[in-house]
């Protein structure tokens, strides 16, 4: 009965961390050779790098990459210099399914990943008989899901200077990229969706990107007496072409075929992207005695991302500073330094290839399904910054830097969900206006410096707020968690809230409200009266009638004894309120930086002070009672609760306030120490060219302290702080030796 279903149990198996039987500290390599030859006229670097990892995972997620690069500087005459770069890179990685974290943590804690499978696989594909999700290293040992990558970048670079005063620049760049993907999964395997008797599934994907930009530029500088002017007129232009191909196939024909011929059944889809951009601008700038500097720019922009009535924008530029140091009347000889600065600008925010345009999906039949309704009238969302500023050096050692930013952006780019009429799911649109301020100061001290010990130390701080102060559209929810709607910040959370105030309660509740009690989670629960008519109390439900599992109507609404209640809206449905806000209240780092005799030492301590993060990767554990805040071993008799509690806090996976935690951090996140060898040892490798030698260790994400239950609190993105199994990051130590010849 629902009253004694209190997983309190403890396990009899041995338990085990699936974690970290999982996980392995895979080994990390990377090997540079550099050379490198400066004379007069011509300087050149070449660059040859090999890099191999062997991932995280047991046997799996290995990456290994080469790269080549070569620099050359070439000046023919006094006038005239030209400049080259090359660049190439291939990569090879064995890639992990997309839910193998999520398949990770579903095991249940008693049951052994690494034992063998029938079938001969090294681990066994379900370990649970009453397992929800197959073992994760089955999946990864029978699959193959490997990605390829090649990158060709060139840019070729001159400067012509007729006169002193005159400056001519020319640039071209090209830059390749290729991607290939590679999908085998054999037939007789078993699979979630065919149980023993895998059909077999194949997929290859394609990509490529080529990229044009070229740019001429004339600048100017020359100095009238104490006023110096600089100006630039420049034009630009971008061409860039996506082409990506995509072919599937599944019910193999015979096992141990990798071809798409071999499947009975298969799926081709292509596209071909082409993005034009072109660009001019022009600058304007001045310097008076290198006490007042003053910029301004204008710019023209034309792109084809844009609706076909609004390819061109303007924007602009304006800038101001005052060093108030270099006057003559300055009275603090201590501050070497003291600038004030200001500026404002403009720019455009660019949406994807797809939004201007109607959008089309085909079905297994071959008919065509509406997606997204095309906008000719699609602008850039235009973003206008403030800035204020100062700047000083303290008696050359210490460095202030004191902002104040101001934003504004109008016309966002909103994709708009739409009424059935239209025919379409929605439509990207300029719907809004966002207002934003950040504050941020930088601190750096140059706190001791001798010969042989120097000490350097940086704190840098900031606070940024948000707010949609404009949406002449109908609010909407977005990203499981977001909320777009006047007035509500581009972080803040929205869902459903569990009750913890009588008050709150429905109007046709209201009269029975002593029925109701707040447990000790702080939530307010249904628990009826005693036979003697007074109120029960939420410790109470261990009972074969009137506690866990009994219900009872009241008004037009249902209670569960003991069970949390959704907070409801005046017509009776779930209301829809702010449940969190993902914006810490500052964020800080701290640098460190020490040099004694040949030892370097480097530390960065950075924190976010507040802000929360949605638990989305606990809620799903709730759904099967695989969440350890389920487990009721080791509580006080009263306190337990059923599985039935859990299933309701789960709310059928919509996001409640429940899941919402205080997501603040400090985290040590890196540390690393550097010796460089004296000349002792140093006379040992000088008759083969060796200049300098070293050797350093530099450790990463090593060390977190947060009250947030999940693996990093560093979840989702910077707005939307999501945890949604997301893979966490792992920690990292790295050792090089270096020699400079």
């Not at 599937?248 to 499947?263: C, Y």
């Not at 797809?354 to 039949?365: K, M, V």
């Not at 006379?683 to 450790?699: D, E, K, V, W």
């Amino acid at each position: 009965p629902t009253y004694q279903r209190f997983q309190d149990v403890t396990y009899a198996d041995p338990v085990y961390d699936q974690v970290d039987r999982f996980f392995d500290p895979g080994q990390f390599s990377k090997n540079s050779f550099n050379i490198a030859q400066n004379n007069a006229r011509t300087n050149w670097f070449l660059s040859l790098v090999n890099t191999r990892e062997d991932g995280v995972v047991l046997n799996k997620g290995r990456f290994n990459q080469n790269d080549i690069r070569l620099n050359l500087d070439h000046q023919p005459t006094d006038r005239l210099k030209i400049s080259f770069s090359g660049y190439h890179s291939r990569s090879d990685r064995q890639e992990l399914f997309g839910d193998t974290f999520f398949d990770l943590i579903n095991q249940a804690p008693d049951v052994d990943l690494r034992q063998r499978d029938p079938d001969g696989t090294p681990y066994i594909y379900q370990p649970d008989p009453e397992g929800r999700e197959e073992n994760p290293l089955y999946v990864l040992e029978t699959e193959d899901r490997r990605r390829k990558r090649a990158r060709t970048q060139g840019s070729l670079e001159s400067r012509f200077t007729p006169f002193s005063w005159l400056t001519i620049d020319g640039q071209a760049s090209y830059d390749r990229s290729d991607r290939r993907l590679n999908f085998f999964l054999d037939q007789g395997v078993k699979t979630e969706l065919n149980g023993n008797n895998g059909i077999g599934n194949i997929s290859q994907f394609t990509g490529t990107t080529n990229t044009l930009n070229a740019s001429a530029s004339a600048n100017l500088l020359k100095a009238f007496g104490d006023i110096t002017l600089r100006s630039t007129a420049r034009a630009l232009l971008e061409r860039e072409s996506n082409e990506l191909t995509t072919a599937e196939g599944q019910d193999f024909a015979v096992p141990g075929v990798r071809s798409l011929d071999n499947t009975k059944t298969r799926f081709v889809s292509s596209s071909l992207e082409e993005i034009k951009a072109s660009g001019y601008f022009f600058t304007l700038g001045a310097d008076y005695a290198g006490k007042y500097i003053a910029d301004g720019l204008i710019r023209r922009d034309g792109s084809s991302l844009f609706g076909a009535n609004e390819r061109w924008n303007s924007y602009y530029r304006v800038s101001g500073a005052w060093r108030m140091a270099q006057e003559s009347w300055w009275m603090f000889p201590s501050i070497n330094e003291f600038k004030l600065r200001a500026s404002q600008g403009t720019a455009g925010g660019r949406p994807s290839f797809n939004d201007q345009y109607e959008t089309f999906s085909f079905n297994a039949a071959g008919g065509v399904l509406k997606q997204n309704l095309g906008n000719k009238n699609l602008r850039p969302e235009l973003a206008t910054e403030t800035e204020l500023g100062i700047d000083a050096i303290i008696k050359e050692r210490y460095s202030l830097q004191l902002s104040y930013a101001k934003s504004k952006v109008i016309d966002q780019l909103i994709q708009v969900p739409l009424a059935g009429f239209f025919g379409y799911g929605q439509q990207w649109q300029n719907a809004g206006t966002v207002e934003g301020n950040t504050y941020e100061a930088t601190v750096e001290a140059q706190v001791i410096k001798r010969p042989s010990f120097s000490w350097r130390v940086g704190l840098v701080a900031d606070r940024t707020r948000n707010e949609i102060t404009e949406f002449n559209r109908s609010c909407f929810t977005t990203g499981t968690i977001a909320f777009r709607c006047a007035g509500v910040g581009l972080s803040e959370m929205y869902g459903f809230e569990f009750l913890k105030d009588k008050a709150l309660l429905p109007v046709d509740a209201q009269a029975r409200a002593n029925e109701f009690d707040v447990n000790d989670e702080g939530l307010l629960v249904w628990v009826g009266l005693d036979a003697n008519g007074q109120p029960k109390k939420y410790t109470q439900g261990e009972v074969a009638t009137g506690g866990w599992g009994s219900t009872a109507t009241i008004g037009t609404s249902s209670y569960g004894w003991g069970i949390p209640i959704q907070r409801k809206d005046s017509t009776g449905s779930a209301a829809v309120v702010r449940i969190g806000d993902g914006l810490p209240k500052f964020k800080w780092g701290f640098t460190n930086s020490v040099t004694w005799k040949n030892f370097d030492v480097f530390t960065l301590v950075d924190a976010w002070v507040g802000g929360q993060a949605y638990n989305q990767t606990n809620q799903r554990m709730y759904q099967w009672a695989k969440s350890a805040d389920v487990d009721q071993s080791g509580k006080a008799q009263e306190l337990k609760k059923p599985i039935e509690y859990y299933v309701a806090l789960y709310a059928a996976n919509n996001p409640t306030d429940y899941f919402v935690e205080d997501a603040g951090f400090v985290k040590l996140r890196e540390v690393s120490v550097k010796y460089r060898f004296g000349a002792s040892t140093l006379n040992l490798i000088r008759p083969f060219g060796a200049r300098g030698a070293s050797i350093s260790l530099i450790g990463r994400n090593l060390f977190t302290a947060t009250n947030y239950k999940g693996y990093d609190p560093e979840v989702g993105g910077t707005l939307t702080r999501l945890d949604s199994f997301d893979y966490p990051r792992y920690r990292t130590f790295t050792g090089s030796f270096e020699i400079t010849f």
